[in-house]
T-cell receptor
Framework: EAGVAQSPRYKIIEKRQSVAFWCNPI?????LYWYQQILGQGPKLLIQ????????DSQLPKDRFSAERLKGVDSTLKIQPAKLEDSAVYLC????????????????????FGAGTRLSVL | DAKTTQPPSMDCAEGRAANLPCNHS???????VYWYRQIHSQGPQYIIH???NNETNEMASLIITEDRKSSTLILPHATLRDTAVYYC??????FGTGTSLTVIP
């Protein structure tokens, strides 16, 4: 079974530039997540998609970050314009399902993570 | 969201059991506890999860206290490849800072 694919693996940009990351989840996984992981910290959820709809984007800085999941498969995360504090690893994960009805947890909802994209903003 | 607290670092001798604790006192009654680990330069990898009962799989064992306020991940025979950051999550979406486990030869 192929895992979650992310590209690029590394990206270096200057502040105020734009950048985009791509994620291809595991085939058949309805739910896709984007996380930001700053050095020394755990992953922080930015946005969760269920198929092609947004379930949770409460921690996404919407003034500069955007994400889409067209056709409910691949997803892109964009930053425009980038700031120095955006330097981090951006992780994509997928699972068979996400939050249950009314936001409750599901019995078995293992997340499978990609290797991430390491972004350096200079 | 259920917040978790873990010691920042631990050492374990190779071949010995590694016991990693986690406090999740704010977890709600129907939230599962999940454990993941992250090896340098890789994404987190699922280890195990549980609700009330203790669980065991090929990677580890999970002991959850009766009041569900804390749990312990047990790696029965730690190897050098188990050196990683271990995260427990109360709802799979809050990872905290985890425990950096170093297995010593």
């Amino acid at each position: 079974e192929a895992g979650v694919a992310q590209s690029p693996r590394y990206k270096i940009i200057e502040k105020r530039q734009s950048v985009a990351f791509w994620c291809n989840p595991i085939s058949g996984h309805a739910t896709l997540y984007w996380y930001q992981q700053i050095l020394g910290q755990g992953p922080k959820l930015l946005i969760q998609f269920q198929n092609n709809g947004v379930v949770d984007d409460s921690q996404l800085p919407k003034d500069r970050f955007s994400a889409e999941r067209l056709k409910g498969v691949d997803s892109t995360l964009k930053i425009q314009p980038a700031k120095l504090e955006d330097s981090a690893v951006y992780l994509c994960a997928s699972s068979l399902r996400g939050k249950g009805p009314r936001g409750g947890p599901l019995t078995k909802n293992i997340q499978y993570f990609g290797a991430g994209t390491r972004l350096s903003v200079l | 969201d259920a917040k978790t607290t873990q010691p920042p670092s631990m050492d374990c001798a190779e071949g010995r059991a590694a016991n990693l604790p986690c406090n999740h006192s704010t977890i709600s009654g129907n939230e599962y506890v999940y454990w993941y680990r992250q090896i340098h330069s890789q994404g987190p990898q699922y280890i195990i999860h549980g609700l009330k009962n203790n669980e065991t799989n090929e990677m580890a064992s999970l002991i959850i206290t009766e009041d569900r306020k804390s749990s312990t991940l047990i790696l029965p025979h730690a190897t050098l490849r188990d050196t990683a950051v271990y995260y427990c999550t109360g709802n799979q979406f809050y990872f905290g800072t985890g425990t950096s486990l170093t297995v010593i030869p």
